[in-house]
């Protein structure tokens, strides 16, 4: 985020929509990141 954005909002408003953000996408990034490890196991074997 820019930093003219932390500097002009309220932090604890902020703080609020990152956690909201972070509960709503958990498990969404989760499964990224575990596809991704996988993909990446996955063609460090083929080479």
Do not use: E, K, Q
Not at 5 to 13: D, E, G, I, Q, V
Request: net charge positive.
């Amino acid at each position: 985020l820019p930093i003219t954005l932390l500097s002009t909002r309220p932090f604890p408003a902020f703080y609020r929509l990152v956690i909201s953000f972070t509960d709503r996408y958990r498990d969404c990034h989760w499964t990224v990141c575990v596809t991704t490890s996988s993909s990446t196991r996955h063609l460090a074997r083929a080479i």
